[in-house]
């Protein structure tokens, strides 16, 4: 997956804003973005509630486009694909941890990280042999057949990175994937992500926790819809 120094990005954001309709109002979710993330990158995007974090992210994972501006993943402009292509990248691409679990409570462990190969229409041999490397990635393969309710919430969270994982996509997004974990799961959690970044996974974190952003090689800052420096950010939360 190669280093986060030097080459093409594998993300590019340039003059990316996202207006939103809402009745007669036009509301300004992000302004003037411009971004590039590398491949081996470890990206934190920190910022107050409402400041454009989500927006940013749903934009860099494929769930929206720009109203302007322009996107590129891996060279391809993101910002003109048909719903339809958008959702192949999106699956094929981008891994997804929220600081929801979302794992089905009547499946297993294995079952629930095999979901993705399944709508890949990978066969059923190699699904549950990938399925079985991305828990065994994050230490939980004697955890493989019990179902997802059987769970703790640091092991459920586990078990949705290593679905993030399965499709060996070129970036992980991490939506405040510690807030709903009590420290020391939160601490296994972002050694988990180190260790993957360390391995040459691409990773963006967006969190409000400034011990948790610290983990990544790099933080960048979020206000009402633009990026701002790290001073800029401090002054403006007083």
């Known amino acids: 997956m190669g280093s986060a120094a030097g080459g093409e990005p594998l993300l590019r954001l340039r003059g990316v804003g996202k207006v939103y309709e809402a009745g007669e109002h036009a509301v300004v979710g992000l302004e003037g973005i411009d971004l590039d993330i590398h491949p081996g990158d470890f990206l934190a995007v920190m910022g107050p509630s409402g400041s454009g974090k989500s927006t940013l992210m749903n934009i860099l994972g494929c769930l929206d486009v720009p109203t302007t501006g322009s996107y590129e993943l891996k060279g391809t402009p993101v910002s003109s694909l048909s719903p339809e292509a958008l959702a192949a990248i999106r ?6 941890i929220f600081q929801v679990f979302h794992l089905l ?9 095999e ?6 229409g ?15 990635a994050v230490g939980l ?3 493989k057949g019990h179902l997802s309710n059987q769970l703790s919430g640091g ?7 290593a679905r993030a994982l399965v499709n060996r996509p070129s970036l992980l997004l991490a939506d405040e994937p510690t807030g709903n974990l009590d ?10 992500l180190a260790r993957l970044n360390a391995e040459g996974s691409t990773i963006v974190l967006v969190t409000h926790d ?13 206000v009402d819809g633009r990026l701002v420096t790290e001073d800029r950010y401090r002054e403006l939360r007083g």
């Open 105 to 113: 409570p009547r499946y297993t462990a294995l079952r629930n990280v």
């Open 115 to 120: 979901l993705p190969l399944l709508y890949a």
């Open 183 to 192: 420290s020391r799961s939160g601490e296994e959690l972002m050694a988990i």
């Open 210 to 222: 400034l011990a948790i952003a610290r983990n990544a090689r790099r933080i960048v800052y979020i």
């Open 91 to 96: 699956n094929r691409e981008v891994g997804f």
């Open 155 to 161: 092991q459920k969270q586990k078990v949705a990175i």
């Open 122 to 136: 990978v066969g059923k041999e190699e699904r549950a042999q990938r399925a079985l490397e991305a828990l065994r």
């Open 141 to 143: 393969e004697d955890r």
